[in-house]
């Protein structure tokens, strides 16, 4: 695959042996259907086809898609779609595949928009667990106080739990990305919070200015005045940053200010 096409698509391709650990940490069964999300040449793809289960492929590339239907056309197992998965139907796909693992090699360049996608779903999914970027899978593991802790996570730790599985140097793809790369673990959790997109507004809002004073970041919708009654309603200091808040002491003060 030319260097242009792979740029295009954000591709790095996986070695067989990794392939094979990864799939291997997927801990499903021959009853619980798997969507793989950017199969490429179906490294992955293989071993999974393994645990019995049928496989739905989600793949942008049509050169990858012609690829694999040759590599899987004796599989009844196995279907694919071309189509960007930002574009697919995942709401009408969950309704005919009950309790479903979410799995994948994502693509670095649009790895965090998938998973956003996925999250307000989860917890019709037993989880996702796939392949980012390395620095991407810490600020969706990390907590508050944590240097990597933003709105991804606050976002993320609404409806789910994470934590990372596997760190993965460069030389496990072709081509090799400048970058390490680590598996993810989301499963829905028990209790997510019920906030409406407002919300996520707000948070975002708050990381705006990540170092400074969380006054200082809201301070273009609310006062000084009304954001140091809301912090001290929920005994914070004035000097209180967006990295110190769990997710559920944000719902709180976003529902005051509101």
């Given at each position: 695959m030319d260097r242009a096409r792979r740029?295009?698509?954000g591709q790095n391709f996986l070695d067989d042996a990794m392939a094979r650990l990864i799939a291997e940490?997927?801990?499903?069964?021959?009853e619980t259907p798997i969507l793989e999300i950017g199969p490429g040449h179906g490294a992955m793809t293989v071993h999974l086809l393994k645990i019995g289960a049928p496989l739905t492929a989600i793949e942008i590339d049509e050169q990858c898609v012609e690829i694999l239907k040759k590599k899987f056309e004796n599989n009844p197992l196995f279907e694919i779609e071309n189509i960007d998965f930002l574009k697919f139907?995942?709401?009408?796909?969950?309704?005919?595949?009950?309790?479903?693992?979410?799995?994948?090699?994502?693509?670095?360049n649009v790895s965090t928009g998938?998973?956003?996608?996925?999250?307000?779903?989860?917890?019709?999914?037993?989880?996702?667990?796939?392949?980012v970027q390395l620095e991407v899978a810490e600020r969706l593991c990390a907590t508050p106080g944590n240097s990597a802790y933003g709105s991804l996570s606050v976002?993320?730790?609404s409806f789910a739990n994470a934590k990372i599985l596997r760190k993965i140097g460069p030389e496990h793809f072709t081509p090799k990305p400048n970058v390490d790369s680590a598996t993810v673990l989301i499963t829905p959790k028990e209790n997510p919070l019920n906030a409406p997109k407002e919300f996520f507004d707000f948070?975002?809002?708050s990381f705006a200015q990540k170092r400074k004073r969380l006054a200082n970041s809201l301070s273009k919708n609310y006062s000084k005045t009304e954001i140091f009654s809301a912090l001290e309603s929920?005994?914070?200091?004035e000097n209180t940053r967006a990295e110190e808040l769990s997710p559920e002491i944000f719902f709180k003060l976003f529902s005051i200010l509101k």
């Open positions: 740029r295009k698509f940490d997927l801990k499903a069964n021959n139907d995942l709401d009408s796909w969950l309704l005919s595949h009950s309790t479903p693992w979410i799995t994948g090699n994502l693509p670095y998938i998973i956003s996608n996925i999250l307000p779903k989860i917890h019709k999914t037993l989880g996702f667990m796939g392949m976002y993320l730790s948070v975002r809002q929920l005994s914070l200091s």
